[in-house]
């Protein structure tokens, strides 16, 4: 699976939309991109996931870059609970189960 | 529908003894993977399971064991504990198919003393 890369942490003013970047530079065509977050000490949760096309859900929207080298998701109006742990993975889906996880962004949403 | 359960939430252990982890994934879903949560090494894969088979394995050593079940239900046993293990073991259930997402349980926190 390609390796990703990611800020380490970000702030986000309460109420304003929360953007965070992921580079996958080195992604293949069959790999999808897969967005989940952590809540301290929960298990993570799924948020959205697309292979080329921009995704939006009702948490989310992903928007991933015509070369598909990196993405952004986007939390449209961040609240004091989207406060997480947010990791990009990047993965083939003949890998099925396995996920690869980084070090994610530690969003950090404030009042 | 009920998400992803994990038994017991939480385990205390000596070293040297071993454990069983219990999960049951999403209905439906047939696929159900492991994996262990430290600080230091963040979130690593074990290995997963797809009708009763394992069908991804990741870099753990041979103690770490798991099986699943016919109603899709898995356990993952470790043998020898050691200091390290202590650890958030996770389970994550996903739909048939190829590219589909991963459904997470809240974890076991097992500590080894």
């Known amino acids: 699976d390609a390796k990703t890369t990611q800020p380490t942490s970000m702030d986000c003013a309460e109420g304003r939309a929360a953007n965070l970047p992921c580079n996958h530079s080195?992604?293949?065509?069959?790999?999808?991109v897969y967005w989940y977050r952590q809540i301290h000490s929960q298990g993570p949760q799924y948020i959205i996931h697309?292979?080329?096309n921009n995704e939006t859900n009702e948490m989310a929207s992903l928007i991933i870059t015509e070369d598909r080298k990196s993405s952004t998701l986007i939390l449209p109006h961040a609240t004091l609970r989207d406060t997480a742990v947010y990791y990009c993975?990047?993965?083939?889906?003949?890998?099925?189960?396995?996920?690869?996880f980084g070090d994610g962004t530690t969003l950090t949403v404030k009042p | 529908k009920a998400g992803v359960t994990q038994t017991p939430r939480y385990l205390i252990k000596t070293r040297g003894q071993q454990v069983t982890l219990s999960c049951s994934p999403i209905?439906?879903?047939?696929?159900v993977s492991w994996y262990q949560q430290t600080p230091g090494q963040g979130l690593q894969f074990l290995f997963e399971?797809?009708?009763?088979?394992?069908?991804n394995k990741g870099n753990f050593p041979g103690r770490f064991s798991g099986r699943q079940f016919s109603n899709s239900r898995s356990e993952m046993n470790v043998s020898t504990l050691e200091l390290g293990d202590s650890a958030l073991y996770l389970c994550?259930?996903?739909?048939?198919?190829?590219?589909?997402?991963?459904?997470f349980g809240p974890g076991t926190r097992l500590t080894v003393t």
């Open positions: 994550a259930s996903s739909p048939q198919g190829w590219g589909r997402e991963q459904y």
């Open positions: 080195t992604i293949s065509g069959n790999e999808y």
């Open positions: 697309g292979l080329k």
């Open positions: 993975i990047v993965r083939a889906n003949t890998n099925a189960g396995k996920s690869t």
């Open positions: 209905s439906g879903h047939r696929s």
């Open positions: 399971y797809f009708s009763e088979t394992q069908r």
